[in-house]
T-cell receptor, first 116, second 119 residues
Framework: DTEVTQTPKHLVMGMTNKKSLKCEQH?????MYWYKQKAKKPPELMFV???????INESVPSRFSPECPNSSLLNLHLHALQPEDSALYLC???????????????FGDGTRLSIL | AQKITQTQPGMFVQEKEAVTLDCTYD???????LFWYKQPSSGEMIFLIY??????QNATEGRYSLNFQKARKSANLVISASQLGDSAMYFC????????????????FGQGTRLTINP
């Protein structure tokens, strides 16, 4: 079992639907991330939150809207998605450390999203 | 910009043999970090091992070790005594120092190597 919990595991939605992906961690991590991963490709970073504030947005289309309501939760709101948005969406979290020292990101199991 | 190259799209290894997965990187930073992740077919990304650019010794974690050759800019993952459960996709990743914004980190991933362990 992972320490980062993502729900739902699978989601099928039409292009006109509105849905949300949820991510929760209780490790006290203050950095949280959303990634998109297409089949047989590496994960691509979408958003980074540091101390509940958006610090990186990798030019993601506005039909994806992230939200970090508190230090344990991260949401990704979806609206008017396209078929090419079908992918595995991974959430991750990490400790925030100063001085350039790195701690690994901990990933959830992901949400497999299919757009009809 | 940083870049990670994994030249082995797929590898097939007999159970109990050791296996080396290649990773080379390109960066102009003096301070950087290298990670290896395992991704089974279930989708979860599992952290395996970390090597910092200033670490003098190669990192080891159980059956995993990292063969870090800084001058060659390579960070190969070595799995000893492979097991059937090691079959998965393996990603090498590097932390971009310039994007250590407020302590968060941006990872650059290689294309991955699919490892299959045969019984």
């Amino acid at each position: 079992d992972t320490e980062v919990t993502q729900t739902p595991k699978h989601l099928v939605m039409g292009m006109t639907n509105k849905k949300s992906l949820k991510c929760e961690q209780h490790m006290g991590h203050r950095a949280m991330y959303w990634y998109k991963q297409k089949a047989k490709k590496p994960p691509e970073l979408m958003f980074v939150y540091s101390y509940e504030k958006l610090s990186i947005n990798e030019s993601v289309p506005s039909r994806f809207s992230p939200e970090c309501p508190n230090s344990s939760l991260l949401n990704l709101h979806l609206h008017a998605l396209q078929p090419e948005d079908s992918a595995l969406y991974l959430c991750a979290s990490s400790q925030i450390l100063q001085g350039g020292f790195s701690k690994p990101q901990h990933f959830g199991d992901g949400t497999r999203l299919s757009i009809l | 910009a940083q870049k990670i190259t994994q030249t082995q799209p797929g590898m097939f290894v007999q159970e109990k043999e050791a296996v080396t997965l290649d990773c080379t990187y390109d960066t102009s930073d003096q301070s950087y970090g290298l990670f290896w992740y395992k991704q089974p077919s279930s989708g979860e990304m599992i952290f395996l091992i970390y090597q910092g650019s200033y670490d003098e010794q190669n990192a080891t974690e159980g059956r995993y070790s990292l063969n870090f050759q800084k001058a060659r800019k390579s960070a190969n993952l070595v799995i000893s005594a492979s097991q059937l459960g090691d079959s998965a996709m393996y990603f090498c990743a590097m932390r971009e120092a310039l994007h250590l914004i407020q302590g968060a980190q941006k990872l650059v991933f290689g294309q991955g190597t699919r490892l299959t362990i045969n019984p």
